[in-house]
């Protein structure tokens, strides 16, 4: 519904939940996979997400079967994972692009470290936990968002409608922290990397 009202705003993701209670029971339920492939077959989505996942799960059938649905058709993996899952979701599916949610939930160094290794991975930042330092960027974030500047990008979280709230409070928050990076650099994760990362298969060409 949102997409038909604003095309070029609109990126949508299938979530494979049909209600907030399988966020985490998803990963052993069999009744994902025909849910998935039902709004698959009836809607277009750029990727699958975001979805939760850790460490061994990822080996389980369920969301091995949801890896394949999204590789039969191209779609980004956007995966609240722990590094473990990442490695083992790009093991099953090398080419897959991942956009790793909350990744700076975990330390700088070990994400750039990640990032290295996985060259098609991008991070969004949704609930940076570096809120004490205020409107200063952690110094060792900085250095990775200069040592990747086409990897990172801000996140939202609204998944769900009482995140809409927030939009305007996050909004500032974003804009105070990306203003003690360089302009272009700012630009980048602030909306260009996203863009360019879903613009290929997702909003309308103008
Ligand atoms: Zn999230």
Request: glycine share 2%; net charge positive; aromatic share 10%.
């Given at each position: 519904m949102l997409l038909a009202e604003a095309p070029d705003l609109i990126v949508p993701e299938l979530r494979p939940y049909r209600t907030r209670a399988d966020t985490s029971g998803w990963v052993r339920d069999d009744g994902i996979l025909p849910y998935l492939e039902a709004r698959l077959a009836k809607y277009r989505y750029a990727g699958i997400g975001e979805f939760h996942l850790f460490g061994e799960?990822?080996?389980?059938?369920?969301?091995?079967?949801?890896?394949?649905?999204?590789?039969?058709?191209?779609?980004?993996?956007?995966?609240?994972?722990?590094?473990?899952?990442?490695?083992?979701?790009?093991?099953?599916?090398?080419?897959?692009?991942?956009?790793?949610?909350?990744?700076?939930?975990?330390?700088?160094?070990?994400?750039?470290?990640?990032?290295?290794?996985?060259?098609?991975?991008?991070c969004d930042l949704a609930y940076r936990s570096d809120h004490a330092h205020g409107n200063k960027l952690d110094p060792a974030w900085r250095e990775a968002f200069i040592a990747h500047p086409d990897r990172f990008m801000v996140g939202?979280?609204?998944?769900?409608?009482?995140?809409?709230?927030?939009?305007?409070?996050?909004a500032s928050f974003s804009r105070g922290w990306l203003a003690d990076l360089p302009l272009a650099l700012a630009e980048r994760v602030a909306w260009r990397n996203a863009e360019a990362l879903l613009r290929a298969n997702t909003l309308p060409r103008t």
């Open positions: 799960e990822a080996e389980l059938p369920i969301p091995q079967r949801m890896v394949a649905l999204a590789r039969e058709r191209d779609l980004l993996l956007h995966a609240h994972s722990d590094v473990e899952a990442i490695d083992r979701l790009f093991r099953q599916w090398p080419q897959a692009r991942i956009l790793w949610a909350h990744s700076s939930f975990d330390r700088p160094e070990k994400v750039r470290e990640v990032l290295r290794r996985h060259p098609r991975l991008w939202t979280d609204t998944f769900t409608p009482e995140r809409w709230h927030f939009i305007g409070t996050h």
